[in-house]
């Protein structure tokens, strides 16, 4: 590698996503001469387009439990030391509205720009400079210190920090870039999949959902490990929505997820009350009460329950209507992968980086921060959170 004309930092950042121009800013706080790289247009790409373009920045709940890993330890020490309550007094010192939604998510009354500029004005105001457009060709270490060659220059650095994320949207110019650089040095990667993903479907499920397309319905979504109460959206290619991308995370391939499709009753005790108070009212008609009339006429189409009225129900039926809408099940035929998924699952083995720095245990100076990492949080403001805390806790260190 050409030392001629190489520029010296004390701190290489690799990604100016969130996780790594945070880790930048606290760097550059401590007095540190701090350089951010990313072969993007923008910096913080994948902050511009969550939320619906108002960044769920974090949320008020954020705790290890949201997260999984396999070391579900790991996120413990970085969590509690920057919290969502000091992101949010960020938020807060710039001035920046936001507002909670739903289940602790907080987010920006206007824009996710907004963030981004946050992130930038703090960058600046610490002496971090951020270049983009900027591709990274290989990295070596030697004499104690990491000599990286990219398209534009030659750097030299103390520490490097790879912030470059994980495999989930493509589009927003995701590589497997950090995962191959944590190998060159030694570390293990827990194997990779899409979270956070929206389900496919076979072909008979699809064709019989397409009529329903645009539904929603609120939902509890489990397996026989965790559960989530959010809705849940019928689309054209298969499910989606809060409760489907939650339970996502935690599906396994040829495994059925089932669905509370009337969490909010209990429905044997409804049924038996409709049957007393309305015994000449109609199965169907029911059903078209408690949901949707597309839904309710899939549901018996595809269970084929009878239009009988209620009080012709026999006990079968009655446990086949209850067993159903209580814990439907559907098989999905996979998910729609990292093209779509929020996040990637995997990475990194976190037990060969140090909870309390996130520094490599095996190459000095080599850091990881944010979701190259293998720890995942659930839909909600937790992956955010997670690269807040892992990006601030390694600025207090490199």
Request: aromatic share 10%; with cysteine.
């Amino acid at each position: 590698m050409n030392d001629q004309n190489s520029e010296h930092y004390d701190v290489l950042v690799i990604g100016a996503g969130a996780a790594g121009l945070m880790c930048a800013i606290e760097a550059g706080k401590r007095g540190k001469r701090v350089l951010v790289v990313d072969h993007a247009k923008q910096a913080g790409k994948k902050i511009l387009i969550s939320g619906g373009g108002r960044c769920n920045f974090t949320n008020m709940y954020a705790s290890p439990e949201n997260y999984i890993s396999n070391n579900p330890h790991f996120c413990k020490s970085a969590l509690s030391r920057y919290t969502q309550w000091d992101f949010i007094g960020m938020v807060d010192k710039h001035q920046i509205p936001w507002h909670e939604k739903t289940l602790g998510q907080l987010f920006c009354d206007n824009s996710a720009k907004d963030v981004v500029q946050m992130l930038l004005a703090e960058c600046s105001s610490a002496n971090v400079v951020v270049q983009l457009r900027t591709n990274v060709i290989g990295v070596k270490y030697s004499n104690e210190l990491f000599q990286v060659e990219t398209d534009r220059t030659y750097i030299k650095c103390d520490r490097l920090v790879v912030a470059c994320g994980g495999l989930s949207m493509p589009k927003l110019c995701a590589t497997p870039f950090g995962f191959q650089l944590a190998e060159q040095f030694g570390h293990s990667i827990q194997p990779t999949r899409a979270g956070l993903v929206p389900f496919t479907l076979h072909d008979q499920d699809k064709e019989q959902f397409a009529e329903i397309s645009g539904l929603s319905v609120d939902t509890v979504a489990e397996n026989d490990r965790t559960a989530f109460k959010e809705a849940m959206l019928f689309t054209h290619r298969g499910l989606s929505g809060p409760s489907v991308l939650q339970i996502s995370s935690y599906w396994q391939p040829g495994e059925a997820v089932r669905f509370n499709l009337l969490p909010e009753l209990d429905i044997a005790e409804e049924l038996a009350s409709k049957r007393k108070s309305n015994p000449k009212l109609g199965l169907h008609t029911l059903l078209q009460q408690w949901f949707p009339k597309r839904l309710g006429q899939m549901l018996a189409e595809r269970h084929k329950w009878p239009n009988k009225n209620l009080a012709d129900l026999n006990k079968t039926e009655i446990e086949s209507i209850c067993q159903t809408l209580s814990q439907w099940q559907i098989k999905p035929n996979g998910t729609e992968g990292y093209r779509t998924a929020e996040v990637t699952i995997g990475g990194v083995n976190v037990d060969e980086v140090s909870s309390k720095t996130m520094e490599s245990k095996l190459q000095p100076g080599l850091y990881f921060v944010g979701e190259v990492l293998d720890v995942t949080g659930w839909l909600g403001g937790y992956n955010f959170q997670w690269a807040w805390s892992s990006g601030w806790v390694a600025g207090q260190s490199v």
